[in-house]
Every structure is written in C-alpha cells, then in structure tokens.
T-cell receptor
Framework: AQSVSQHNHHVILSEAASLELGCNYSYGGTVNLFWYVQYPGQHLQLLLKYFSGDPLVKGIKGFEAEFIKSKFSFNLRKPSVQWSDTAEYFCAVRRSGSARQLTFGSGTQLTVLP | GAGVSQSPSNKVTEKGKDVELRCDPISGHTALYWYRQSLGQGLEFLIYFQGNSAPDKSGLPSDRFSAERTGGSVSTLTIQRTQQEDSAVYLC????????????????FGQGTRLTVV
C-alpha cells in the first residue's frame, strides 16, 4: 500500500521567511501528486498538482513544488511567506493510470507570525 | 451543483445512536471519496467509489461504518451505534475524468460534517 510522509508537523515562521515543507511517498510506480491547503474554518483547496512533464510545478499564491522521482519527494516551497499563509498543508498521492484512492499525509500546520 | 455539498454541517448525537451523513458530489464526477479528519490528525481514508465498480472499503474502521452511492451520484455514510471515538469531521470529495481519458482530475472537497458523539 502506498503511504505519504510529512515530517514537519508544525512550522513557525516570520513573515518574508522562505518555506519548504517536505513530502515523501512510498509507491514506486507512476504517481499523481498534490498539495492541498486548509485555511482556518475553510474546506480543503488544491494548491498545485503534478501529473507529468516539468517536475517543477507552480501553483496558486506563489507556491511551487518540485517532483524528484529518485527521492520519492514532492516538497512544497514558497520564497516569502505571508501571515495569510497560516494554514494546514497536506500532501497527497494517487497512483496514475488507474482509478485509485487518494492517500494523504498527516499534514503540516504552518503558523506565520506577523 | 457548483461544488461538493455535504449535509448536515454539524451533527450532535448520543452514544449508541445511528447517524447518516450525506454527500452530493460535483455533477458528472465519477469518483467519490470519504475521509475522516480528527483533531490534530491527518485525513484518514474511509471508502472510495469509482463509477459502477465495487467500492474500495479498505479504510472503514469497523463494521459499524458503511456507505452507499445511489445512481452514481449522491452518497450516504452511515455509522451505526456511534461511539465517542467516532467524533470527527467527515469529509467527502469527488473527482472527474480528464479529457484525455485519464483516471482523474484533482479531488474537490466539501465543507465536511462535524460529528460530535456525546
């Protein structure tokens, strides 16, 4: 079974600091990769996704992620965070090429101090 | 509808009672997922429906949990004889097929149902 690991449970940064959240997955085949964000009191929203092509993916609100196949990683980055980025971030993996369940990591709570 | 709709948004029930949670996916989406999110925990997969295929029930935590999807659209998650540890937010998501015949766009989530068992 596939699994997803997010090693950072809680990250606290000051505004304008750079962000990198780790995500590793266990499945060795071809995958679709996602980062979702959950702002306080809101539902999960897609930040960005990788299906194929350029391994550097750009998403909304200045976020990007890089798929490194050899490391089974899909880390999320943002060069300069804002207070409004305070939220919980979830990495998710789905095997591509077939209809499969979507597996989520345990999430990383990001707190950005003004 | 425009998005995934879940009802009720909040449900308080007494221990031992049965509850039904409803999910109305985005029109035309063939895949539907149920997840459970407990305080401080990630998203725990419960069950997955894809078209007319047999559902993937591998995430259901006990036989008190069941789900059905009628007509390939609306889904109902039923929890029988609720326990306090069932208290959580239950999330539903749906996804569709890509134009090239692939097996899925990203999943779109509803607002969830907050279940409290007292």
């Amino acid at each position: 079974a596939q699994s997803v690991s997010q090693h950072n449970h809680h990250v606290i940064l000051s505004e304008a600091a750079s962000l990198e959240l780790g995500c590793n997955y266990s499945y060795g085949g071809t995958v679709n990769l996602f980062w979702y964000v959950q702002y306080p009191g809101q539902h999960l929203q897609l930040l960005l996704k990788y299906f194929s092509g350029d391994p550097l993916v750009k998403g909304i609100k200045g976020f990007e992620a890089e798929f490194i196949k050899s490391k089974f990683s899909f880390n999320l980055r943002k060069p300069s965070v804002q207070w409004s980025d305070t939220a919980e971030y979830f990495c998710a993996v789905r095997r591509s090429g077939s209809a499969r369940q979507l597996t989520f990591g345990s999430g990383t709570q990001l707190t950005v101090l003004p | 509808g425009a998005g995934v709709s879940q009802s009720p948004s909040n449900k308080v029930t007494e221990k031992g009672k049965d509850v039904e949670l409803r999910c109305d996916p985005i029109s035309g989406h063939t895949a539907l997922y149920w997840y459970r999110q407990s305080l401080g925990q990630g998203l725990e997969f419960l069950i997955y429906f894809q078209g007319n295929s047999a559902p993937d029930k591998s995430g259901l935590p006990s036989d008190r949990f069941s789900a059905e999807r009628t007509g390939g659209s609306v889904s109902t998650l039923t929890i029988q004889r609720t326990q306090q540890e069932d208290s959580a937010v239950y999330l539903c998501a749906s996804s569709g097929r890509t134009g090239q015949g692939g097996y899925g766009t990203e999943a779109f989530f509803g607002q969830g149902t907050r279940l409290t068992v007292v």
